[in-house]
């Protein structure tokens, strides 16, 4: 039995779009071995009274979206910190909140503590491509600055995650450049392709840049949180403007939409494949736990979608296999410089 705890307020629009996304997840009989925890107005939540599958703890404020860590912190009463503080204290399986990020990944952090070994979590988020697949982006904001050592861990942890929750047998893996070539890019990833280069990586590529990211021939691109989070607002901004400019062109004259009646097909076809929706939000790897941020603005079924990321991660014991791969690389290290001095 898996048991994820779910922040029910703090949400763009309100707790109604959340609390059906819950019952798809409790409809779905691939998650029948999954308890729900719901952190809210229990008031609000009296139609779940009847579910054997769902507990309810009752939190009546709200954090604001624009918390930061230290508000996150004394902010004790909110749905948020109880909802962390909740699946803390009874070893719960995972935590899910469409709340502020900002409060959320500095709860999840402190509260869940980082596995042994990694320097830094990593916001990690699945992206469209051209030819449909998903791709997987990490950092995409939990940080502003990087070492080397932690891109080379958010590689690390990149391709566990494509393999385990996306299904990619093998993963294609990228370091995010302004070039393919060995030597290009920042002096941080150019130091961190030597890094996962010398670790035999399966799967590492080498550089790719970003205008090619999204073609669909990487399966995990990798980079600091600075770069990352740009290139996720970069991406989502592009999209929003060629949306636009498409119905603009059909909207011209009498002649243009009559040519969408023939087209419609195709561009329903490409706003499924772009849909954000289906992605659950973002990730946060690296700390000793499951934490899935669903997008602010979820509707019922984003929410649904971030439900089965955090069911498919803990399922897959995500963490245990993170902590497997640091502490295979501390042995493999440790065997290096005990070689050094035979």
């Known amino acids: 039995m898996l048991t994820i705890v779910v922040d029910m307020m703090g949400a763009d629009k309100g707790m109604e779009p959340l609390k059906e996304g819950v019952k798809r997840f409790l409809q779905d009989k691939s998650f029948d071995d999954a308890h729900l925890v719901l952190v809210g107005n229990t008031e609000e939540l009296k139609e779940f009274d009847s579910e054997e599958r769902i507990k309810k703890v009752n939190a009546t404020d709200i954090l604001p979206m624009e918390a930061g860590a230290l508000d996150a912190m004394r902010m004790k009463s909110s749905s948020m910190n109880i909802a962390v503080d909740t699946a803390v204290s009874n070893h719960y399986d995972a935590v899910v909140s469409a709340g502020s990020t900002g409060g959320f990944i500095s709860l999840a952090t402190i509260k869940m503590k980082m596995i042994e070994g990694i320097e830094r979590a990593a916001l990690v988020s699945p992206f469209p491509s051209k030819i449909g697949k998903q791709v997987t982006v990490l950092d995409i904001g939990a940080n502003n600055e990087n070492t080397a050592y932690q891109i080379f861990q958010f590689a690390q942890m990149g391709a566990l995650y494509s393999k385990l929750v996306m299904g990619v047998e093998k993963p294609k893996i990228y370091l995010l450049s302004n070039g393919v070539e060995e030597k290009k890019g920042s002096p941080e990833i150019k130091e961190a392709h030597q890094l996962i280069k010398e670790s035999g990586l399966e799967g590492f590529q080498g550089n790719i840049e970003g205008r090619d ?128 001095r035979l």
């Open 213 to 340: 990211a999204l073609r669909g021939e990487a399966d995990v691109i990798v980079t600091g949180g600075y770069a990352g989070n740009i290139f996720l607002k970069t991406s989502e901004g592009m999209a929003v403007i060629m949306s636009e400019l498409i119905k603009e062109a059909f909207r011209r004259n009498t002649i243009s939409k009559i040519g969408y009646l023939f087209a419609h097909t195709g561009f329903d076809k490409m706003k499924e494949k772009m849909d954000y929706k289906s992605f659950g939000g973002a990730m946060l790897l690296g700390i000793n736990g499951v934490a899935v941020k669903a997008h602010g603005s979820s509707d019922a079924y984003s929410f649904y979608c971030a439900l089965k990321v955090a069911y498919r991660m803990s399922k897959e014991k995500i963490v245990d296999k993170i902590k497997e791969a640091v502490n295979a690389l501390k042995n493999q290290s440790e065997d290096g410089k005990e070689n050094e």
